[in-house]
T-cell receptor, first 114, second 112 residues
Framework: AQSVTQPDIHITVSEGASLELRCNYS??????LFWYVQSPGQGLQLLLK??????LVQGIKGFEAEFKRSQSSFNLRKPSVHWSDAAEYFC????????????FGTGTLLAVQP | KAGVTQTPRYLIKTRGQQVTLSCSPI?????VSWYQQTPGQGLQFLFE???????NKGNFPGRFSGRQFSNSRSEMNVSTLELGDSALYLC???????????FGEGSRLTVL
């Protein structure tokens, strides 16, 4: 079955430190890949997406992600975390081309220490 | 530009009742998707509509249904509510299929 794995349920980083959130997806034709962020009581906001082409994609709020086909991974990175980045982060994939049916990972809750 | 609007934002129902949730997509967006978010199951896909046609349906019982109107607004209905239906129901709209999804803030349903 198609699946998305975010192995880290909870991560704490210090403000100003770098961040990497991991995401792995199950094997298949190259899916469309997404990272979303959810603040408490809010809906989800798209940070970045990968459809094809350059495997390093830039997103909003200083985030970037790298698609590695050999590792079936799409890890999210940020060089310097700000306190406002504390939120829950979801990796998602869409299979089968023209669909908005996304399979979400279980999420990684990010806490930022001052 | 107004975002995705979901109503009501909060509601409380009792077991056996039914509920209808509404979603107004961003103007010009023809695709509307619905997701259920719970602490135990996470984010799960419910349905996807494009130009009034259901394109995909998730693995939910027939008590869950939806529709999309000609103005792209969408509703979802849950009949014979169960305690396990308590969740945040999120609606998302997009211009295209496989496009960027814009999510609303959700309708939080509590079933007592």
């Amino acid at each position: 079955a198609q699946s998305v794995t975010q192995p880290d349920i909870h991560i704490t980083v210090s403000e100003g430190a770098s961040l990497e959130l991991r995401c792995n997806y199950s094997y298949g034709a190259t899916p469309y890949l997404f990272w979303y962020v959810q603040s408490p009581g809010q809906g989800l906001q798209l940070l970045l997406k990968y459809f094809s082409g350059d495997t390093l994609v830039q997103g909003i709020k200083g985030f970037e992600a790298e698609f590695k086909r050999s590792q079936s991974s799409f890890n999210l990175r940020k060089p310097s975390v700000h306190w406002s980045d504390a939120a829950e982060y979801f990796c998602a994939v869409a299979y089968g081309g023209a669909t908005n049916k996304l399979i979400f990972g279980t999420g990684t809750l990010l806490a930022v220490q001052p | 530009k107004a975002g995705v609007t979901q109503t009501p934002r909060y509601l409380i129902k009792t077991r056996g009742q039914q509920v209808t949730l509404s979603c107004s997509p961003i103007s010009g967006h023809r695709s509307v998707s619905w997701y259920q978010q719970t602490p135990g199951q996470g984010l799960q896909f419910l349905f996807e509509y494009f130009s009034e046609t259901q394109r995909n349906k998730g693995n939910f019982p027939g008590r869950f249904s939806g529709r999309q109107f000609s103005n792209s607004r969408s509703e979802m209905n849950v009949s014979t509510l169960e305690l396990g239906d308590s969740a945040l129901y999120l609606c998302a709209s997009s211009i295209y299929l496989a496009g960027e999804l814009f999510f609303g803030e959700g309708s939080r349903l509590t079933v007592l």
